[in-house]
């Protein structure tokens, strides 16, 4: 029977296998047309609104069953080896501190793309000017005794009752056409940021536990969510206005992330587990308040994420919450069975 440190092990590569699978297929499979087809997408839509219903109900219950209850005693272990007593909920505190560093981090992520939005229409407006000026200085010139085309023989101009047009070809180069490219890929790497953030600390809580069942409960739970999102940011880079070279190494980059958090968390584990043994309670107190915090990222991912966007959908809203309550009670069911066992 394998144990924790080699069920963690394979979680990496499990993690791994599943992220480049279901990020990169669509990207590679599938053109930007065929991936905004409405039905295509509607229907894709809808069954990933129905997992994800179950996936957030399974983060519930791994954030409220399982993982702040497990803090919550490490801390209070580290604090008893310490000689100290466990008087405040320090174990809640930790985990809305990590609750709220996550949603700093979106915000800085939100105030960085409101700025390129902002820069990218500021551009876009000063070319605008630039081109209706041009424009009409070449319509006010166009006298009887006046040839534009030989004041401006090499413009690219158009003869047009008068009226001077600049040819598109000409804003091609310098003009609003290329402004979109380089903001979205700009985009795309702050979207990868944000989740790679997230990702890592999913992952640590799996390479922080220190029991067999532990391990393989998050693990089920960040394994079925993890292909869900790695399809939807699949999805996401195949619509950007990216080279195909770029879409594949940030789903790449991205697969790695979490499997990152659980060889983070592995050798923390592992001097936990000899450190207890050994009356030490440092490493016992790192071990707790990485996972509190952990806790708050998937408070943020549950709450934050997945239920408001799936519940504030018109669709299937009976059936999203079924899936929400039996997620919810999978995981509270298998920690029953895990204490009585």
């Not at 983060?59 to 993982?67: K, Q």
């Not at 600390?201 to 391990?215: P, S």
Request: aromatic fraction near 10%; proline fraction near 3%; glycine fraction near 6%.
């Amino acid at each position: 029977m394998l144990q924790a440190t080699e069920i963690k092990v394979v979680a990496i590569f499990t993690l791994l296998g599943s992220a480049l699978l279901f990020g990169l297929v669509p990207v590679c499979l599938f053109s930007k047309s065929s991936m905004m087809d409405p039905k295509h997408k509607a229907r894709l839509g809808r069954v990933v609104g129905w997992i994800n219903a179950f996936a957030g109900g399974v983060f519930m219950g791994i954030a409220l069953i399982h993982l702040l209850p497990e803090a919550r005693q490490l801390l209070m272990d580290a604090f008893q080896m310490q000689g100290t007593m466990y008087h405040f909920n320090w174990a809640e505190l930790i985990a809305a501190c990590g609750f709220f560093l996550i949603v700093f981090v979106e915000q800085i992520i939100y105030l960085c793309q409101e700025r390129l939005r902002n820069d990218e229409a500021s551009e876009e407006v000063a070319f605008s000017d630039k081109d209706t000026s041009k424009t009409y200085t070449a319509e006010t010139s166009s006298k009887p005794d006046t040839d534009v085309k030989s004041l401006m023989p090499d413009a690219g101009t158009d003869d047009t009752g008068g009226k001077t047009v600049l040819s598109p070809a000409n804003t091609t180069e310098e003009g609003p056409l290329n402004l979109p490219m380089r903001l979205t890929s700009l985009r795309a790497v702050i979207l990868l940021i944000s989740l790679s953030f997230h990702s890592i600390f999913e992952g640590l809580a799996i390479g922080l536990q220190l029991t067999r069942k532990d391990v393989i409960d998050i693990f089920i739970a960040i394994a079925l969510h993890k292909g869900i999102e790695a399809f939807t940011v699949s999805i996401s880079f195949a619509q950007a206005y990216l080279s195909q070279t770029a879409k594949i190494v940030y789903c790449v980059v991205f697969s790695f992330m979490s499997p990152l958090g659980v060889a983070i968390g592995i050798p923390i584990a592992m001097s936990t587990r000899e450190q207890k043994a050994a009356v030490s309670g440092s490493s016992l107190m790192l071990n707790a308040v990485l996972q509190a915090l952990a806790t708050g990222t998937f408070m943020f991912v549950t709450f934050i994420e997945i239920l408001p966007s799936e519940l504030n959908s018109k669709k299937d809203g009976l059936l999203k919450v079924a899936f929400i309550i039996f997620g919810f009670a999978a995981i509270s069911a298998l920690n029953a069975l895990e204490h009585d066992m």
